[in-house]
């Protein structure tokens, strides 16, 4: 009889240990204490024992009976216990993480200059204008002193389509739009990208933003022009800065200059930032051609005004001390977060 009981202990302790999970400890129970139970059915044969033999084979039932309930019980606690532990390990989450942080946008360094340099105009008077980035060629050309087979085409190479409409290669077209539309004296400025057919360099690139800008009303004259230009800079440089002008070609206006800043980083001392010119080249600008106020109805006789287009990239290039044109346009996110603002 005793070893009847050690190999049912031993197959108890054998079917316990292969069990993986808690639901499954039911069917170990049935199998071994429940009503057709293994155990079970040894006190069905307890009645063909003789009296002293029935109970202590009673005996030894019951604390068996006991003992497999206290395994079961215990496995279940592991099982338990196990289960919880392999949870938290699959749905462990970092509370410390700012659930937020991946979702804040951030301002690419062309827009926060464009911005920049509306709301300073805006201060001044301005108005912000917008044209098409798909012009004709009276436009982008004709209505600023360029005519057909002028030279100054060249500088200018661009998409056409088919129908003779090109993408604009400046922002200038702005301006006669801009005086078809308002009567004098207006103070305009026209921000957009235009186009160019370019080899691409640290420098160049076939898409690019410039800024354009006009004022018209009587008696406008060169001093008006490096009063607003010079304004425009110390606030987007937040200093104090020198201007030149030199003498520089524009069709659309006459005279013409390029407007060069004295460098912020050496004084002028010459650096490696500004080429060791110590000045850094600007922008283009100038009073605006007759012919230029006429194409957009405006009487040179009675009104004169001053023009000026630079490059938004160029600018925020050298605010932001960004050294290559390319990665402005290359959609890199991490490039652009570097200048979010929070
Ligand atoms: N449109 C010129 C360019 O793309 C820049 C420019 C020069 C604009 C002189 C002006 C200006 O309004 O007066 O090179």
Redesign the pocket.
């Known amino acids: 009889m005793e070893k009847v009981f050690q190999a049912l202990e031993q197959e108890f302790q054998k079917v316990l240990e292969t069990i993986q999970q808690i639901r499954d400890l039911d069917s170990v129970k049935t199998s071994f204490l429940g009503k057709k139970g293994k155990l079970t059915s040894m006190m069905k044969q307890l009645k063909d024992l003789s009296n002293e033999e029935r109970a202590e084979v009673g005996k030894k039932i019951n604390r068996l009976k006991t003992a497999f309930q206290e395994k079961l019980d215990s496995k279940r606690v592991t099982l338990k216990k196990s289960e919880f532990n392999k949870r938290m390990e699959k749905e462990w989450i970092d509370i410390t993480i700012d659930p937020m942080a991946e979702e804040t946008g951030s301002m690419h360094p062309i827009s926060i200059m464009q911005q920049r340099l509306e709301d300073i105009f805006v201060a001044m008077g301005f108005e912000v204008l917008d044209g098409p980035h798909i012009e004709t060629e009276f436009y982008n050309f004709e209505a600023l002193n360029i005519p057909e087979h002028h030279p100054a085409r060249d ?2 190479d661009t998409f056409y389509f088919e129908d003779g409409h090109l993408l604009r ?4 077209p702005i ?1 006669i739009r801009g005086m078809e539309k308002l009567d004098p004296p207006f103070r305009i400025v026209g921000p957009g990208k ?1 186009f160019r057919c370019e080899r691409t360099d640290a420098s160049h690139d076939s898409v690019f933003h ?1 800024f ?3 004022m018209v009303d009587k008696n406008i004259s060169v001093a008006n022009l490096i009063y607003f230009l010079k304004t425009m800079l110390g606030e987007v440089f937040e200093s104090e800065v020198e201007v030149r002008l030199r003498p ?1 070609y ?1 069709p ?2 006459e005279p ?1 200059f390029e407007l060069d800043m004295r460098c912020l980083l050496c004084a002028g001392e010459g650096c490696k930032f500004c080429k060791q010119v110590g000045w850094i080249e600007l ?4 009073m ?1 051609h007759p012919n230029v106020l006429r194409a957009g109805n405006v009487d040179p006789e009675k009104y004169s005004g ?5 490059g938004i990239d160029r600018l925020a290039m050298l605010k932001y001390d960004i050294s290559d044109i390319r990665p402005l346009h290359g959609g890199n996110l991490n490039f652009a977060r570097v200048f979010s603002i929070k």
């Open positions: 500088m200018h290669t400046q922002t200038s301006q235009v410039q354009e800008g006009m520089g524009f659309f206006v013409g922008l283009g600008c100038g605006v001053f023009a000026f287009g630079m």
